[in-house]
T-cell receptor, first 114, second 115 residues
């Protein structure tokens, strides 16, 4: 079955530091890949997505590239801000008979200090 | 555009009691999802509706959990009787369709504590 594995957390950084959150996946077929973000007290929000190999998703300074050869979709940001403090979830979604079900990783807590 | 609404936001009950959660999806969204998010884990799909029909309930513990979406709009998720391990955040999401390219929009969730 489908599965997503995220790097162990939590991650604590100083403002303006470089961020990488690793994500690898196992899936049949050709899934779409997503990063969701959950700010304190709010619901999950889609941060970025990529639907095919070598696609790069980007939003709000965050980027992730769909690497089929390494089955990875690592999240990066060049300079984090305090407002980026949140929980980040990597997820995949495949077609076929799964009816578009999202499969999530366990989440990575990011805390950014001034 | 109004987002996905859920109520209540918080609920505390004792084990063996029953509880119900309500979700109102984004207007016009045919597909509705209920996820369970246990602390420290990612959300896990419990049930997916397409209009008022169930598409996937393979991970719903049917001996105690039930869900309905009678008119293809609002949905309720019920737990009866609750167990300690049901303590979690219950997330409702909706999408315009069930195609895997249709974005899912999430509500704020209901945090359930079972004592």
């Amino acid at each position: 079955g489908n599965s997503v594995t995220q790097m162990e957390g939590p991650v604590t950084l100083s403002e303006e530091a470089f961020l990488t959150i690793n994500c690898t996946y196992t899936a049949t077929g050709y899934p779409s890949l997503f990063w969701y973000v959950q700010y304190p007290g709010e619901g999950l929000q889609l941060l970025l997505k990529a639907t095919k190999a070598d696609d790069k998703g980007s939003n709000k300074g965050f980027e992730a590239t769909y690497r089929k050869e390494t089955t990875s979709f690592h999240l990066e940001k060049g300079s984090v801000q305090v407002s980026d403090s949140a929980v980040y979830f990597c997820a995949l979604r495949s077609g076929g008979t799964s009816y578009g079900k999202l499969t999530f990783g366990q989440g990575t807590i990011l805390t950014v200090h001034p | 555009e109004a987002g996905v609404a859920q109520s209540p936001r918080y609920k505390i009950i004792e084990k063996r009691q029953s509880v119900a959660f309500w979700c109102n999806p984004i207007s016009g969204h045919a597909t509705l999802y209920w996820y369970q998010q246990i602390l420290g884990q990612g959300p896990k799909l419990l049930i997916q509706f397409q209009n008022n029909g169930v598409v996937d309930d393979s991970q719903l513990p049917k001996d105690r959990f039930s869900a309905e979406r009678l008119k293809g709009v609002d949905s309720t998720l019920k737990i009866q009787p609750a167990k300690l391990e049901d303590s979690a955040v219950y997330l409702c999401a909706s999408s315009i369709g069930q195609n895997y390219n249709n974005e899912q929009f999430f509500g704020p969730g209901t945090r359930l504590t079972v004592l």
